[in-house]
């Protein structure tokens, strides 16, 4: 019986054009940090011409990602700047992660501190085949993509986009003006991933506990800046429609 084996990327490998393709094994796996002895397989995920100037002239080369296919008792810590390719998660993340994931990938910031600026939280462990806590995820937004629900908005201006929390399985979306007969929307997303019946009704103690959750989102939300916004980034924010006049 063949050993398990895990998928790896390594991203941005160099390849002068006069350079020939087999080079890029012991390429990938010096940059992983693995031995050759331990690499079952080999495969080119993407090969880009790169021709930016560089010491002012230009440099012509190619910028490959490579997969390296590794024993799966073979990785984590040891590999030093691969990332494992081919992982699902599960968990529900939010745009707001992307900003401290990619400030622990390229050490702008250890962990700690991007927890501490940041609304969001790095989905770097994930990469590494880690798992993190649960936590609800919260969005708001100005149009909906599923037939009719745009009918109900009310307020057309920042305070009136639709508010949604995620929890476990369920999702809460509250239309901000709306009747109360109207105003919240309740779907099992595991059982109902296109959200097509509305649960509200059935369980009113679930919205009020979703709906606290989404209540005290919004209040840390109206937190002032740590810093000031210069004037070029608000009068921009204004015009995306992130600030009313």
């Given at each position: 019986m063949s050993k398990p084996a895990k998928t790896w990327r390594v991203l941005n490998l160099e390849l002068a054009l006069d350079e020939d393709e087999s080079v890029l094994r012991s390429r990938a796996a010096a940059v992983a940090g693995v031995e050759l002895d331990h690499v079952r397989g080999f495969r080119l995920a993407r090969k880009s011409l790169d021709a930016r100037r560089k010491g002012g002239g230009r440099r012509l080369r190619f910028v490959v990602h490579a997969d390296l296919i590794l024993d799966a008792d073979h990785g984590g810590d040891r590999l030093q700047q691969a990332v494992r390719s081919g992982r699902i998660v599960e968990a529900p993340v939010s745009l707001v992660d992307v900003t401290p994931t990619l400030a622990e990938l390229l050490e702008l910031a250890p962990p700690e501190e991007a927890a501490a600026r940041f609304e969001g939280r790095s989905l770097a462990p994930y990469l590494r085949g880690e798992t993190l806590p649960e936590r609800p995820v919260f969005a708001e937004c100005g149009r909906s993509y599923f037939p009719k629900m745009i009918e109900g908005r009310v307020g057309f201006d920042v305070a009136g986009r639709f508010r949604?929390?995620?929890?476990?399985?369920?999702?809460?979306?509250?239309?901000?003006?709306?009747?109360?007969?109207?105003?919240?929307?309740?779907?099992?997303?595991?059982?109902?991933?296109?959200?097509?019946?509305?649960?509200?009704?059935?369980?009113?103690?679930?919205?009020?506990?979703?709906?606290?959750?989404?209540?005290?989102?919004?209040?840390?939300?109206?937190?002032?800046?740590?810093?000031?916004?210069?004037?070029?980034?608000?009068?921009?924010?204004r015009e995306l429609g992130y600030i009313d006049d």
């Open positions: 949604a929390v995620v929890d476990g399985d369920w999702k809460l979306i509250w239309t901000p003006g709306q009747t109360p007969e109207r105003e919240h929307q309740l779907y099992d997303i595991a059982a109902d991933p296109n959200e097509t019946l509305d649960r509200s009704r059935e369980f009113p103690d679930r919205v009020r506990a979703l709906r606290r959750m989404l209540d005290g989102w919004m209040a840390a939300d109206t937190r002032p800046p740590a810093q000031p916004i210069p004037e070029a980034d608000e009068e921009a924010l």
